[in-house]
């Protein structure tokens, strides 16, 4: 049974850090580009991270360029996100997939996990 599981989330106040998990059971993460995604409240799931297969390219949104880094553990089956300078603009629910990586883009290909969420407040 494929499934994600993200943790790491919590509280942080601005200018914190966290790092985020994504566990991966019931397929090899070494097969798939991953990516990890954020939903706010009243908005859209958008793309925040991305890394290729073997880990050899990365791509962030705007919004997070410089400050988040994506990471992989293909032994593991885990992948991370490193959160630095966090602003109350990244609180949002955060998930990780599985993707398909063509013509210069990601595309999700796994059920959703449940999230993690990240609430930046002072």
């Known amino acids: 049974q494929v499934q994600l599981v993200e943790s790491g989330g919590g509280l942080v106040q601005p200018g914190g850090s966290l790092r985020l998990s994504c566990a991966a059971s019931?397929?090899?993460?070494?097969?798939?580009?991953m990516t990890w995604y954020r939903q706010a409240p009243g908005a859209e799931r958008e793309l925040v991270a991305a890394i290729t297969s073997l880990g050899g390219s990365t791509r962030y949104a705007d919004s997070v360029q410089g400050r988040f880094t994506i990471s992989r553990d293909n032994v593991k089956n885990t992948v991370y996100l490193q959160m630095n300078s966090l602003k109350p603009e990244d609180t949002a629910v955060y998930y990780c997939?599985?993707?398909?990586?063509?013509?210069?883009?990601?595309?999700?290909?796994?059920?959703w996990g449940q999230g993690t969420q990240v609430t930046v407040s002072s």
């Open positions: 997939n599985a993707a398909d990586h063509y013509s210069g883009s990601y595309y999700p290909i796994k059920s």
């Open positions: 019931g397929f090899t993460i070494r097969n798939y580009a």
